[in-house]
């Protein structure tokens, strides 16, 4: 459908308009006449995302060997490495077996209730996963160290998992299965050696998401006292505000991140998924099960729903019956909830306008140099919260000080953090965009910007759109780099929760935990019915 901003040009002009291009101004289109001034704003974004990187560098030349290396081989530096090391191992293996097997049983089994359970295994990424810990600390008080973080950690991680297992299971060609079974193979035989290696790319991705929230959450393990990178971090940052120790950790923890980059680049391995040709329409198999399997197996997605969705609503309920209608601060919550809309806004414009160069080239003029601008902000949002605050609070009071716990610094770590959020939607977006119009309004006297702004960035408007709305939920739910870079007297529903359990205060924190909810809820449905059209149901 063409836009109405080019429906009134000449039909004649428009006719002509490819063979002039192709003639006279294909150089001014591609080449750096036409895309300088894009080309120029992708670089400054990507140089910008590069910031926690050189920060990190920066702060080990500075700190020099010696110093560095006896700040690297304390004991508790072995601690927190031995703790992060057993979570991680401990924790991704369990997401994955729980996401594996509710997807299953809700794709591929005569499951009772499947749709509802389908909904249920998503619905916990609507609860942050500091209010998960809240929970359960109010639940059990006594509740702390290695099988807490593990604990909780699954309940909150694991639809991270289950959403792109699950959709995998929806696209997965049954012809392979049929192949498998004809060949003599067991139905386990089937499920282990022919359907779980397709599954391989959604259990890397799955788990290197789940990674990287372990590697960077705050919230969570402070709140049930079990110490990682992240928690000493933030610790080391209050007692001595920038010091070394500091950033040893930082540099650590970034070198823990891009470790589990590469483990889980080297996991994925380069063997083909795709079939060639659109394959016949056919229904995925159904496993019937017996009546005593379909007991134990309802018992998996009932008991994650309690553990995950129970236990936080019913500690919220309870919390906010207890506390009454002195809980209800209005005039505390309405001016949380105003900084939060005014900065999850703010901040998903500001991102989502910074992916639109990035997002243009890797569509419209694919290469090395633009392929590399974009990896710069894969690699950078691979980083904790925390790196980031850190590398901004640097760099703010040495050389930017006007700025330094202002809005604008907020967002800047929004920007860095949340990018790739904006940047897969956007590319979309513009792939489904064609380029013939914007070609054709080129050629007829349109400058570049208002080609991509009139033509193009309208028809991707949708991606954007989702882009958007993903920035402004992690927004919506960040704690640590606000916690670090917010002007002082701002309050967020985040850092309000924060505020209210640190002094154990838990009646007063359930109403900005039960606002929090609320406003990711309707993005969270978002993403579960997206994943159903994308896997064509």
Known sequence: MIPESISHLDPAAVAHAPAALSRKRS???????????????????????????????????????????????????????????LLMVITI???????????????????????????????????????HSYAWVSLVPPIHGLFAGVLVSVIAYFP????????????????????????????????????????RLAICGGALLVGLHLLAEYGLYAMIRFDTFTTAIFDQFKSTFSGPAAHTLAGILALCCLGLLTVES?????????????????????????????????????????????????TLGSWLIAGGREVWQLDALFPALEQTLLL?????????????????????????????????????????????????????????????????????A????????????LRAGIAQAPVELENIARSLGR????????????????GAAAGAALVFLAITNELTATLLLAPNGTR?????????????????????????ILLSLPLTGLLYHQSKRTAGR
């Open 27 to 85: 150089r001014n289109f591609f080449g750096r006449q036409g895309n300088s001034w894009i080309i120029g704003l992708s670089l400054l974004v990507s140089l910008l995302a590069l910031l926690p990187i050189a920060f990190v560098i920066l702060s080990a030349w500075q700190t020099g060997w010696g110093t560095l290396e006896a700040l690297i081989w304390r004991p508790r530096v072995a601690e927190l490495l031995a703790n992060t090391l």
């Open 93 to 131: 293996p369990l997401c994955v077996a729980l996401g594996l097997a509710l997807a299953w049983l809700t794709e591929r089994t005569d499951l009772p209730g499947r749709r509802a359970w389908s909904l249920l295994a998503t619905a916990p990424l609507a609860v942050p996963a500091f209010v």
């Open 160 to 199: 991270f998992l289950y959403l792109p297992i699950a959709a995998t299971l929806r696209r997965l060609d049954p012809a392979i299965e049929d192949v498998g079974e004809s060949l003599g193979l067991k139905p386990w035989a089937v499920f282990f050696r022919i359907v779980l290696p397709q599954l």
């Open 266 to 314: 080297a996991a994925r391995g380069k063997a083909r998924y795709a079939r060639v040709g659109s394959g016949s329409a056919r229904q995925q198999r159904t496993v019937r099960l017996s009546r005593g399997t379909k007991v134990l197996a309802l018992s998996i997605p009932l008991i994650s729903s309690v553990l995950a969705l129970g236990v936080p609503l019913i």
């Open 344 to 412: 999850g806004v703010a901040g998903a414009l500001l991102t989502t306008c910074a992916a639109v160069p990035v997002a243009w080239l890797s569509i419209r003029s694919p290469g090395r140099l633009h392929r590399l601008l974009e990896s710069c902000n894969y690699i950078t949002s691979s980083l904790p919260g925390i790196v980031v605050a850190l590398a901004l609070v640097t760099v703010t009071i040495n050389f930017a000080r006007p700025i330094y716990q202002t809005s604008i610094t907020v967002l800047l």
């Open 414 to 425: 929004y920007l860095l953090m949340f990018m790739p959020r904006a940047l897969v939607s």
């Open 447 to 462: 400058s570049p910007g208002r080609a991509l702004w009139s033509i193009t960035l309208r028809l991707a408007a949708p």
């Open 492 to 516: 967020t529903l985040a850092t309000g929760f924060w505020a209210m359990t640190s002094e154990i205060d838990y009646a007063g924190a359930a109403p900005y935990a039960l606002l929090m």
